[in-house]
């Protein structure tokens, strides 16, 4: 491999007699330049715009949270409950009741995902950082309040800055539905919207949060709760996450599920990462076009060393060794224009990471477009566009050397 190698170094750097061929060869190495930068520049900034949605989501979902396989609810209750209250790890335990109900609003109707959260997830301020209008207050001395998602405010005209409430209904769960006065047969109860939120659009569209007794007296419910909150101190690692996971698994019942935050948020995640691989393959074939530039520079490289190729032939010189020569040749330009690409990506990235040159647009959450370069993305990138270059590179080599037989 040694001396094909030497040769196809001086190949690559020596003059050669028609012009076009240096031409055509510089022009594919920066063709593959540019792609490999845009290559990692792009998953970065997809990597920063991941990472604002995460923070996003660590505001308000916790790390592990207990819901019911079956069914909709469950009494927390237990000797794992107890000794999760008294786990120094644990910040907070919120219990929350949540249900699908009809709300009707100053002359508008429609469906929300009503979550009515108890006093501890009320005093965390989860929602400080999200308001878009209002103040964060889910009671006003008796009056229940509630927080809308932005999408639902927007669609039923809700604002807080008018007095009409929020009437909710809901089946009720002990009584029978009359045909002669179906109304009879519903729950109702009216609250107040106190601020609206944003903070994804599945959540924006569709959420309000409640006190829980607002959603007890609606569902005809005393004890149960459709989800338990789990929130670890600053400073927890994800080895703690997993410790208090598998105790929560080993000591509640087979009929409840624990979830860290990427599983409560499933199909996001799921969706986020089908959009980052559709984006690499758009980006790889760009890279792989452009490295067709190679078998014309390599075609043309191996007409005009035919002599060569005769006298290494005559001093006994493998076929093996001569196609070897020339294929080193075509990947040492995808190499050189890989390896530059890399430098040129990693450096576009720092600069924006530090100086944030590229602006975002005013009423974005970040100033300028985020980056966050990501070990594996790097080498992802590198290994298909050095196994692309090595493709290329064989194609011509066995096209065209059996002609110099």
Not at 178 to 194: C, F, I, K, Q
Not at 258 to 264: G, N
Request: glycine share 8%.
């Amino acid at each position: 491999m040694q001396l094909p190698l030497f040769i196809a170094r001086r190949y690559l750097f020596a003059r050669k007699s028609h012009n076009v061929i240096n031409i055509i060869s510089a022009v594919s190495a920066l063709g593959m330049l540019v792609g490999t930068a845009a290559l990692i520049i792009i998953l970065s900034v997809y990597n920063g715009f991941n990472s604002i949605i995460e923070s996003m989501l660590a505001d308000t979902d916790p790390e592990l949270a207990v819901t019911p396989r079956k069914g909709k609810v469950f009494i927390p209750e237990g000797e794992v409950w107890d000794r999760l209250y008294a786990d120094s790890r644990v910040e907070s335990i919120c219990t929350a009741l949540q249900e699908n109900i009809y709300v009707s609003y100053d002359g508008k109707q429609g469906m929300a995902l009503a979550k009515g959260v108890d006093e501890v997830w009320e005093t965390e301020d989860l929602l400080d950082n999200h308001l878009v209008t209002g103040e964060y207050e889910l009671h006003k001395g008796e009056i229940p309040l509630a927080c809308v998602g932005a999408g639902m405010a927007y669609r039923m005209g809700i604002n807080p800055r008018f007095l009409s409430g929020i009437e909710m209904w809901y089946p009720s769960r002990s009584g029978k539905i009359s045909l002669a006065n179906p109304m009879a047969g519903l729950e109702m109860v009216t609250t107040w919207p106190s601020c609206i939120f944003t903070l994804s659009s599945e959540a924006d569209d569709r959420m309000m949060i409640v006190p829980i007794e607002v959603m007890r007296e609606l569902l005809d419910y005393e004890r149960e709760v459709s989800v338990v909150e789990i929130r670890l101190k600053d400073g927890y690692s994800e080895r703690d996450v997993r410790e208090l996971r598998s105790m929560l698994e080993e000591g509640l019942p087979g009929d409840l599920a624990v979830k860290d935050r990427r599983q409560q948020n499933e199909s996001m995640f799921r969706m986020m990462k089908y959009e980052k691989a559709a984006i690499w393959l758009i980006l790889f074939f760009v890279v792989l076009i452009i490295a067709f530039n190679i078998f014309g520079s390599l075609t043309m490289l191996i007409i005009e060393k035919k002599e060569d190729i005769g006298t290494f032939r005559s001093l006994g010189a493998p076929e093996g060794m001569i196609r070897r020569t020339f294929v080193l040749e075509g990947w040492l330009i995808s190499l050189l224009g890989m390896a530059g690409g890399v430098a040129l990506g990693l450096l576009v990235c720092f600069l924006q990471q530090k100086f944030g040159f590229v602006r975002m647009p005013n009423g974005f959450i970040s100033g300028s477009y985020p980056v966050v370069v990501k070990t594996w993305d790097v080498i992802l990138t590198s290994a298909g566009v050095a196994l692309t270059g090595l493709f290329v590179a064989m194609l011509p080599v066995a096209a065209n050397l059996k002609k110099f037989n």
